[in-house]
């Protein structure tokens, strides 16, 4: 009930102020800004702060000079200042430092930490996080150890190393838990989410983001709520359910807004803007592509601005405005290898290769493609190595170059197997679906021909990579060679729409569908839903 802590606290800075106590004004001032930043009302507690911070300066209190500087620099990161957060944490680590607080260093020496992440500077976030953990197992605070061990966790994340990232979050989860910290909790799970899905696992990251989503709604946590909200759209439009991806989109607008976190509203922008796009409405996509771009760049963030860049760019060239894309994508190519960010860095080497696709310049298109393959590889995410292997399919097939084309179309195919190898449970049925429909239209061809479909897939599963079924002749051969191609587009369009109705049928409570007056038997469908 922050709102009620505020008046609370204005009552008693009113019964204080006539005695003229600077010290004890500044510490009430100090939790009222707390309130209202938890509150999300951030330009109010930035003011309150800095009042804070003139009245603790004015009576010669070094700690609470150190904590105002900590919290004035922990609002401005979450106004997109970045440069100027960093100073702030940079001075309140030197005063901690030079006054022996333990506790006011390890709390500045964790934020530069993340500031310096943001900023790309990763071997000086990572000495900083070091640093706080020190102090934090020193102190013995299992709270402060693992918070600590959270951002570490996150930090592996960002560079890469998957390994060592889960077992950060795995000791961070286990401390969390004992004792019984709700918004630590739903944080570590929300990356651990993060991670399942850009790894393939949908199931458990929806079920984690529902956890977190919950744990952050109990303890009235709007920032982290908005969090989780995003990444519940970002999964449902994954997984093409684009009106609940929406939903989700515009909820967590409405949290980021209320506490205006610039940097968390331009990358939910640019997610609704890509929704708008796929759906067709160019004019609204444009309208929050643009804003989310405008916004990013105010924030000073290269993570924040190369995803507004980089969503901005695919949209101009959907749209045939090629020239313009290249400009865009460029910008973000520089800043994702400024700043050493491989997920972001593999996505835009694709975009890159599209463009060089689209203009024929087939030796870019293979470079950039294959740059994004490295990256996908690198990180352990199937879903990047199939986009990759995808596309240089295509560019080989144009190429008039089926051996190498049909072996990268196999090698996406792999990593379909890949993400069944790490599925349990239903998502290990549902991979397994999808492989099975992969190879439904030529046991339906062979069926239609009086011959057992099953054996010639079989068949030609162990054939090799250009070989398949030639129906009209009953015979096995080299169908590039027979020309018996199905066209790309048309096969991927297929089972993207196929998903599609398959995802909505699961995550819809009720169907409806019309009765057959005139054939009984067809009435009593069992397991059919009226």
């Known amino acids: 009930a922050w709102e009620k802590a505020v008046r609370w606290y204005e009552k008693a800075y009113s019964l204080r102020a006539p ?9 009430i001032r100090q939790k009222e800004s707390l ?21 603790a300066e004015s009576a010669g209190d070094e700690e609470s000079v150190t904590d105002c500087l900590n919290r004035l620099g922990g609002i401005v990161w979450d106004l997109g200042e970045t440069e100027e957060a960093e100073a702030l944490f940079a001075k309140s680590l030197r005063m901690a430092e030079r006054r022996g607080d333990a506790f006011g260093e390890e709390n500045a020496a964790m934020n530069l930490a993340v500031v310096e992440g943001e900023l790309g500077k990763f071997p000086e976030a ?9 102090l934090a197992r020193k102190e013995g605070s299992r709270e402060r150890i693992a918070r600590c061990l959270n951002n570490l966790g996150a930090l592996a994340q960002q560079t890469g190393d998957s390994a060592l990232a889960r077992e950060r979050y795995a000791q961070s989860l286990k401390i969390k838990k004992q004792i019984g910290d709700r918004a630590g909790e739903a944080a570590t799970v929300s990356n651990l989410g993060i991670m399942d899905e850009r790894e393939g696992n949908y199931s458990r990251a ?16 709007k920032m982290g709520a908005a969090g989780s909200l995003v990444n519940l759209g970002s999964l449902s439009w994954r ?23 610039m940097r968390d509203v331009a990358d939910t922008l640019g997610s609704l803007g ?88 087939y030796p870019e298109a293979l470079a950039y493609g294959k740059k994004s393959l490295e990256l996908g590889e690198r990180l352990h995410a199937p879903a990047r190595v199939g986009e990759a292997h995808e596309f240089l399919a295509r560019v080989l097939a144009d190429r008039k170059r089926p051996a190498e084309s049909a072996r990268h179309y196999r090698a ?6 890949n993400v069944r190898s790490q599925a349990k449970g239903d998502e290990k049925i549902g991979v397994d679906i999808v492989l099975h429909a992969l190879s439904a239209p030529m046991r339906q061809i062979a069926d239609n021909c009086g011959i057992d479909g099953s054996v010639v897939a079989d068949e030609v599963a162990q054939e090799p990579e250009t070989t398949g079924y030639d129906a009209n002749r009953g015979e096995y051969t080299d169908m590039f060679k027979a020309g018996i191609i ?10 993207t729409n196929a998903a599609s109705i398959a995802g909505l049928m699961l995550t819809t409570e009720a169907l409806v569908t019309s009765l057959d007056e005139k054939d009984e038997d067809k009435r009593g469908v069992e397991g059919s839903v009226r």
């Open 19 to 27: 005695r003229d106590d600077v010290r004890a004004l500044s510490q």
């Open 35 to 55: 309130a209202l930043w938890r509150g999300g009302d951030y330009a109010r507690s930035r003011r309150l702060l800095e009042e804070a911070l003139s009245l």
């Open 126 to 134: 990572e000495r900083y996080f070091e640093r706080a953990l020190a």
């Open 206 to 221: 929806l079920a984690r983001y529902h956890r977190a989503l919950a744990l952050e709604t109990a303890g009235h946590d």
């Open 239 to 261: 997984l093409n359910d684009g009106p609940r991806a929406e939903r989700f989109y515009l909820r967590a607008l409405e949290l980021w807004e209320k506490a205006p976190s």
């Open 274 to 361: 890509v929704l708008y796009q796929k759906r067709g409405d160019e004019k609204k996509a444009a309208e929050v592509f643009r804003r989310a771009l405008e916004i990013a760049r105010k924030t000073k963030s290269p993570y924040t601005l190369a995803r507004a860049l980089q969503n901005f760019s695919a949209f101009l060239f959907r749209r045939g405005e090629i020239q313009k894309a290249v400009l865009y994508i460029k910008e973000a190519v520089a800043l994702e290898e400024k700043t050493h960010d491989p997920d972001g860095l593999s996505a835009s080497y694709l975009s890159m290769a599209e463009i060089h696709l689209a203009r024929k310049e």
């Open 412 to 417: 996406a195919v792999e990593a379909v197997e």
């Open 486 to 495: 199905d066209p790309t587009k048309v096969v991927k369009t297929a089972l």
